[in-house]
């Protein structure tokens, strides 16, 4: 949008909105707009939520989940299992295991996984405290929840070897056919992964 | 994502930020945790920015488009053709003719088309204003510039019907093939159109 239109204030707005994944220049544009004409019912609202979050939000000492308290609600709730840390990269993997109400366990949030290519070292990673933490005598299993990327797989065996002292079993999630895929669809490593690890029913 | 894992303040923001056409729940929750992530480099300044807009922007009295000054930078601005309006249906059109410097006249934003579907009639867009701007002895072209849908039609046909008694030329976009479109892949519609109104090499 040439300047001339409308004015720098729109245009930074634009420009910020399209630095958010999943907006590109075109959709930042809309809701930019849609923002603009939903003054009081959105753009009010979010302004202050934004405010809110960027005031309250911190990040978990203990397990680095996002949350409005230090130590986070998921590692104070006593209902969860002490005995098992779930290792994620991402609070967006934590946040989805916790929706498919996968597992009732702490965490552990990485920061990300190793990446040589983009220079990710296992220093960049909260690494050492998950050591740390599982040497823990009342932790007896670690469960490695990473992408089946070659990257999350690097990771899981990184960890895997660190952890081998620990006296902690180490389990990953399993590989197979998605709940309602087509085998159709599916690349070959998924369906020989899903025939080796057939279940009886 | 359960109120349990993160609190309210971040569900609220994930809320909010789903309300942006683009974005739905799932690509929300990945927008919130960028901005948690980025709370300096993007949270604040987004949290600036919205604010800013929501003081100064105003609607130009004149047109319709989306300023920071009233009457807006485009209708005041002396380079601009007096004689021609450019009817469009939103300001994102605007904006959209403007990247694309298809006219350097002034425009007039309807705010929407006439769907009698969703109960939006002529008294809902900004018509009679148009109206009476082309009645303006110095304006001699009106260029609707409305969408080729059924209710952008029938805009165009409503408003041509108005403007029967205003000394103007009232013109619509062309059909046609769009630019570096198969012609494999265009519907029936926009090839004839394309046919009928060739134009000599």
Redesign the interface.
Known sequence: ??K????P??E??IQ??A?????GPR?A????????KK?EQ??????D??????E??VICKACG?????DPC??CV?PKRDPSVIVVVA???D??AL??ANAVNARYHVLGGTLSPLDGVGPQDLSIDALVSRAHDPAVTEVILALNATVDGQTTAHYITDLLHNANVKVTRLAHGVPVGGELDYLDEGTLSAAMKQRTLI
């Not at 959105?42 to 302004?47: I, N, S």
């Not at 939520?49 to 960027?54: G, I, N, S, V």
């Not at 989940?65 to 308290?69: A, E, H, K, L, V």
């Open positions: 949008m040439p001339a239109v409308a004015g204030e729109i930074r707005l910020l909105l630095r958010l994944p999943g907006l959709s544009r809309r809701a930019a707009l849609h923002l603009i003054r959105l753009m009010a609202p979010l302004t939520a934004l405010d809110t979050a960027r309250r939000i989940n996002i949350d409005t308290q609600t998921v709730d991402d609070v967006a934590l946040w916790e929706r």
